[in-house]
């Protein structure tokens, strides 16, 4: 009886409060929230596709939403989901196929990721 009792104070699904955060547990988060806001994007990329090769006024109207502060803020956001996303990945391929396995390596691999994606962040406002 005593046994059963403890199985069901644990929870039967680990939550975010009950973990410490850590550089691994971030990296493994923002990969799902930036595979999210990509999978998000894909309406809003086709509909500046649509706007980018429909009329003139189309085009201007595309053009001038891009330049504007939310359309930079739209297309820094998504360039920095879309670099980490990439940059994540490669790693968690490299955890696939047995490299990075320890600790120390998840650990350190997560940290580069996250200071890559920082870095790019920096750089992309230059670029748009």
Same mark, same amino acid.
């Not at 680990?14 to 971030?26: E, K, N, Q, V």
């Not at 391929?93 to 998840?106: K, Q, T, V």
């Given at each position: 009886?005593?046994?059963?009792?403890?199985?069901?104070?644990?929870?039967?699904?680990?939550?975010?409060?009950?973990?410490?955060?850590?550089?691994?547990?971030?990296?493994?988060?923002?990969?799902?929230?930036? @595979?999210? &806001? +990509? %999978?998000?994007?894909?309406?809003?990329?086709?509909?500046? !596709?649509?706007?980018?090769? #429909?009329?003139? =006024?189309?085009?201007?109207?595309?053009?001038?939403?891009?330049?504007?502060?939310?359309?930079?803020?739209?297309?820094?956001?998504? @360039?920095? &989901? +879309? %670099?980490?996303?990439?940059?994540?990945?490669?790693?968690? !391929?490299?955890?696939?196929? #047995?490299?990075? =396995?320890?600790?120390?390596?998840?650990?350190?691999?997560?940290?580069?990721?996250?200071?890559?994606?920082?870095?790019?962040?920096?750089?992309?406002?230059?670029?748009?």
């Amino acid at each position: 009886m005593q046994h059963q009792l403890k199985r069901e104070e644990r929870p039967l699904s680990p939550r975010l409060g009950i973990y410490r955060w850590h550089a691994t547990m971030i990296a493994s988060l923002a990969h799902r929230a930036s @595979g999210l &806001a +990509l %999978v998000l994007f894909v309406p809003i990329y086709l509909w500046l !596709l649509r706007g980018m090769t #429909g009329s003139t =006024e189309q085009f201007d109207a595309t053009l001038l939403w891009l330049h504007s502060g939310w359309g930079k803020l739209f297309l820094w956001l998504m @360039g920095v &989901a +879309l %670099v980490y996303h990439f940059i994540n990945g490669i790693r968690f !391929l490299c955890i696939d196929s #047995g490299w990075f =396995e320890s600790r120390a390596g998840l650990r350190n691999t997560a940290v580069a990721v996250i200071a890559t994606a920082v870095v790019a962040a920096l750089l992309l406002p230059v670029l748009l």
